[in-house]
């Protein structure tokens, strides 16, 4: 046992009034009690205790070390019960919604990261790209892109991403790379069937606006599905930066028109408006808004 064990078997002693009742509090014998009570007289070198078959009573040095270790007991308490808030809040599940592009791009090793760090959260990842109503339909955390206009809903930045042309080499070598937003009347694009107006891509050049009429004989409303065709050389597609990092850095697709801007898309991390979010919650956002962040700051490095 260690000197606060055995100041707070002090404190216990005294407050129970006798060796028997400490005893069965403290869950030992009455002799392994006394031993304790004579090594921190030992460790102190002064006499706590007057000692009689009928009571206990404090010296004058037991009464100056009694204020102190009834404090220690209560100081330990405390922290075993905010530890057990800790642990109670850390442990269970946080609902999350997620866009499917951004799910499949980056959710799969960040959770696994963060679950090799908080075991105890119980992660639930929807992906949706239509806006939940999270408070309605009980999410704790969702991902939104574009301006938070629901008032009732606390957003923190994740990542900033725009709209980027691209196209296999194979591609390119085959039908020669555009060079002006123009050029693409004459190339097979890949069609986002998100969007209505899907055959309309619109870039800037300072401040002019440039829209270019494309088209193509593929359409998906899957981001990650677009990529694919691009990378088999089936056209030129407009992705958002955040799925191209990979591709990108080993060369499997070429950014194209770098010299015309395209849209740019602010990434929110929201939840619903409350007092104070669960702490399992809380970890779980401050761990997001962090690791999105090294990732935007390795994205603009490669688009640099």
């Not at 555009?178 to 998100?194: I, V």
């Not at 998906?220 to 597609?237: F, R």
Request: contains cysteine; hydrophobic residues 40%; charged residues 20%.
């Amino acid at each position: 046992m260690s000197e606060m064990d055995d100041l707070a078997a002090f404190a216990v002693l005294i407050e129970a009034g006798s060796f028997t009742v400490a005893a069965e509090q403290l869950g030992c014998s009455k002799g392994q009690l006394s031993k304790r009570i004579s090594q921190l007289e030992a460790q102190f070198c002064v006499v706590l205790l007057h000692r009689t078959t009928r009571k206990l009573s404090l010296t004058a040095a037991g009464a100056a070390l009694l204020p102190q270790a009834q404090a220690l007991v209560v100081q330990v308490e405390r922290a075993r019960q905010a530890l057990a808030r800790l642990k109670d809040d850390l442990a269970g599940p946080v609902r999350m919604t997620v866009p499917v592009s951004l799910g499949e791009t980056f959710f799969d090793g960040l959770l696994l990261e963060f679950s090799k760090q908080y075991p105890q959260v119980q992660i639930e990842l929807e992906l949706n790209n239509s806006y939940r109503d999270l408070a309605r339909d009980g999410f704790d955390l969702g991902v939104r892109s574009g301006a938070i206009e629901n008032e009732r809903l606390v957003a923190k930045p994740l990542l900033a991403w725009h709209e980027m042309t691209c196209a296999s080499p194979a591609y390119l070598e085959q039908h020669g790379e555009p060079l002006t937003p123009a050029d693409l009347t004459t190339h097979t694009c890949l069609l986002n069937s998100h969007y209505s107006g899907r055959e309309e891509w619109l870039y800037h050049q300072q401040h002019e606006l440039l829209r270019v009429r494309v088209s193509g004989t593929f359409a998906s409303n899957h981001y990650n599905l677009l990529k694919k065709a691009a990378l088999v050389g089936a056209g030129v597609a407009r992705l958002p930066s955040y799925v191209l990092p990979a591709e990108l850095a080993d060369g499997r697709l070429r950014w194209l028109l770098r010299d015309y801007s395209t849209r740019s898309m602010p990434m929110y991390l929201v939840h619903p408006y409350q007092g104070g979010l669960p702490r399992r919650t809380q970890v779980l956002a401050d761990y997001l808004v962090e690791w999105f962040k090294r990732s935007g700051q390795a994205l603009d490095r490669l688009q640099r």
